[in-house]
């Protein structure tokens, strides 16, 4: 079993910058891609930002330049810094990781976080 626990979501006014982090605990042999996704009310959630286990990145548009996305393989983490947020950044972040477990041989399956509310406003 894998689990994902984020935190770092919160009230921010426009122009600040948070930080989400996400750490995968569990059975893991090896983790590959790592991102965030965010859904904001009567929306369908969007992909926000992805890594590789190569720390290759892509990113939504509409974050491209604000937000930066990167991961310790040490600490099974990978962090969301955003920065310059808009009201239009308002969602709950879910953290997601692609992960093969021990004993799983080179299956690779979803995992998601609880999500974390982030709130831009004044």
């Known amino acids: 079993q894998v689990q994902l626990v984020e935190s770092g979501g919160g009230l921010v006014q426009p122009g600040g910058s948070l930080r989400l982090s996400c750490a995968a605990s569990?059975?893991?042999?090896?983790?590959?891609?790592m991102g965030w996704y965010r859904q904001a009310p009567g929306k369908q959630r969007e992909l926000v930002a992805v890594?590789?286990?190569?720390?290759?990145?892509n990113y939504a548009d509409s974050v491209k330049g604000r937000f930066t996305i990167s991961r310790d393989n040490a600490k099974n983490t990978n962090y969301l810094q955003m920065n310059n947020l808009k009201p239009e950044d308002t969602a709950v972040y879910y953290c997601?990781?692609?992960?093969?477990?021990?004993?799983?041989?080179?299956?690779?399956?979803?995992?998601w976080g609880q999500g974390t509310q982030v709130t831009v406003s004044s």
């Open positions: 569990g059975s893991i042999f090896r983790i590959n891609a």
């Open positions: 890594i590789t286990g190569g720390s290759s990145s």
């Open positions: 997601n990781a692609k992960v093969v477990a021990n004993g799983m041989g080179n299956v690779e399956l979803d995992y």
